[in-house]
């Protein structure tokens, strides 16, 4: 069913709304450059990012996302 939803792009799993996240995100102590950000289950990307740019890694370089769906994997690649 994820597969099928991501292809027509009517996915929209989140663990917590943009508005639950924010003040999280901005409470974030700053990472030391060499902090790694794993995240399992990334679906398209949306929260990896924030996360990802909240702790200083917004290059990428630093951050490995996981997605075992086909169609977000795709999407995942685009973004990053």
Known sequence: RVDASAALGRVRMFVASSAQLRPLLERAAPQPPSSLLLDIGSGAGTVTHALASALGL???????????????????????
């Open 58 to 80: 917004s290059d990428g370089s630093r951050v490995t996302a996981l997605e075992s769906s086909a169609p977000l994997r795709r999407e995942l690649g685009r973004r990053w």
